[in-house]
């Protein structure tokens, strides 16, 4: 990573309040080495300049560490992870998470494998599957102290996505664009059901950039009913 690129992640994560040191900068380091070749190559990431990866990428993700809070639980599951975001990010900075990266196309998870074998990350799990299938599955279901999930679903979705995860009194951690409102109306009715509340939504502003952000903080208050989620598409095809 160039020297600029460096000062602008320490700089920005000390807005944060989180210190990087060298084993941190040089896991982004080579975490971004990774990223640009396999947006070469697998066209992963339309976000490729060092500048943008550090700003939208590292350091969007890392705000989510102003919930997230280790000692309260370690395992937390990232849903439709992508290229790595934000479950990596969290992860290199609170290296004690016990992380499951959970995405559905073969060839990200493929990218994910590969990644976290090259980042020499312990503790890390790269799962798959359809976020509908493995909420499912005992191993996942109820498990989680944490889940986390950017630009995947309207919160409607992703709440029957990813609430079953959670234990009660988990966390959600929904990474959202400004103005969210509206989306948060509509959820009302799924996050009843589901058994989720909207604790609070912090706003910030994304250092370098100057993009607004907001995180949808949302508790779960009680258990999933069993027959949530629904088979493969129907949280999105017709949400609740
Ligand atoms: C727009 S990308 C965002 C990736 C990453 N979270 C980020 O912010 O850079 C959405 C990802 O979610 C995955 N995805 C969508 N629906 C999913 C589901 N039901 N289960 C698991 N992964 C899903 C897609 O394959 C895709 O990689």
Redesign the pocket.
């Known amino acids: 990573m160039d020297p600029e690129s460096v000062i602008s992640l320490r700089k920005g994560a000390a807005n944060w309040g989180l210190e990087l040191g060298s084993r941190e900068l040089a896991l982004f380091s080579r975490f971004m080495e990774s990223l640009s070749a396999g947006a070469a190559r697998h066209n992963l990431?339309a976000?490729t300049t060092p500048r943008e990866i550090v700003a939208k990428?590292f350091l969007?993700?890392l705000a989510g560490l102003l919930v997230i809070d280790p000692a309260a639980g370690t395992r937390i599951i990232?849903?439709?992870?992508?290229?790595?975001?934000?479950?990596l990010p969290l992860k290199i900075v609170r290296p004690e998470l016990k992380l499951t990266l959970?995405?559905?196309?073969r060839k990200?998870a493929d990218f994910l494998e590969a990644v976290v074998g090259e980042l020499g990350l312990e503790g890390v799990q790269v799962t798959g599957?359809?976020?509908?299938?493995?909420g499912r599955d005992p191993a996942h279901r109820g498990t989680y102290h944490w889940a986390v999930?950017?630009?995947?679903?309207p919160v409607s979705v992703l709440s029957e996505?990813c609430l079953p995860f959670l234990r009660v009194r988990g966390v959600l951690v929904a990474?959202k664009g400004p103005e969210i409102g509206a989306e948060l109306e509509q959820a009302r009715r799924a996050l009843e059901i589901l058994g989720g509340a909207v604790r609070e939504v912090l706003e910030f502003t994304l250092p370098g950039v100057d993009d607004r952000r907001s995180l949808v903080v949302i508790d779960k208050t009680a258990p999933t009913p069993e027959r949530f989620p629904r088979r493969?598409?129907m949280?999105?095809k017709r949400p609740l």
């Open positions: 990431t976000i990428h969007d993700s990232d849903v439709g992870s992508g290229a790595g975001f934000p479950g959970l995405e559905s196309s990200k599957r359809r976020a509908e299938e493995a999930a950017r630009a995947v679903a996505y990474y493969a598409g949280a999105a």
